[in-house]
């Protein structure tokens, strides 16, 4: 009996080989595996390249977000046929496209709401598996002058240093700020912590003529808003 080989990428028909299909359609035309499929180019003995990209993706419901999270550890541990190589071309598509999304908030120049905010946070903070905790500078017109991370911590908080927060947004010269930071849980509630830090950055702020805008809570590819809310 002969030993059941799996095709390769070029052994497909030309309509099934993705490279080709993303050549002739664009890239829109393609699925999620299909994608991926292309970055890792080749499957292992029992499956495509695409049947394994579909795996990988049912084993987080198709979510991207949280395809971002997983290392490349985990990757390799978990999926026959994908090494470091493959693994690593994944984790940095990924982060190609958290970039060129901050790019796009960047390139907007000015902030116009709760929306803005988030879709600039979300590629920094969606994927992590621990809190970190951001400011926005902001100048007069509501343009980003600069970001910075105040701290970083568990899965359940992290420590905020209020004075470190004035300190920078007085050398940069800015008139307001929004502050931000994730819920690795995807929750969107706000805790009493966050609540009282907000509060506490609001009321320092106004003896230093700096008003803060918003605190955005990041979940997932979703967003809390204080102001929003009616919480500022």
């Known amino acids: 009996m002969n030993e059941y080989k799996k095709l390769v990428i070029k052994e497909w028909a030309v309509e099934d080989r993705p490279r080709e299909k993303l050549s002739k359609n664009g890239p829109r035309s393609l699925s999620d595996a ?3 499929a292309i970055l890792i180019g ?9 049947e394994l990209s579909r795996r990988i993706l049912s084993d987080i419901d198709n979510n991207l977000n949280e395809l971002g999270r997983k290392s490349i550890d985990y990757l390799i541990a978990n999926y026959k046929g994908i090494g470091e190589a493959k693994a690593i071309s994944i984790v940095a598509a990924l982060e190609l496209g958290k970039r060129r999304k901050e790019n796009e908030i960047n390139n ?13 946070f979300q590629p920094k903070l969606g994927d ?5 905790f951001w400011i926005l500078l902001l100048d007069r017109g509501n343009k980003i002058k600069d970001s910075f ?18 300190k920078i ?13 994730n819920h690795p849980s995807g929750t969107l509630q706000a805790s009493d912590a966050d609540v ?18 918003d605190h955005i809570i990041i979940g997932n590819d979703k967003y809390y808003s204080f102001a929003d809310e009616g919480m500022l």
């Open 34 to 36: 299909e994608l991926i």
């Open 42 to 50: 080749s499957g292992n003995t029992t499956e495509t390249a695409v």
């Open 108 to 120: 907007r120049g000015k902030i116009t709401g709760s929306r803005d905010v988030a879709d600039y």
């Open 128 to 132: 992590l598996n621990y809190e970190e």
């Open 149 to 166: 991370r105040i701290s970083e911590g568990g899965t359940s908080g992290t420590v905020i240093d209020v004075k470190k927060i004035l």
């Open 169 to 181: 947004a007085i050398e940069k010269q800015v008139s307001s700020i929004i502050l931000c930071h």
């Open 196 to 213: 009282k830090i907000t509060r506490k950055i609001v009321d320092a702020g106004k003896l230093m003529d700096i008003t803060v805008l």
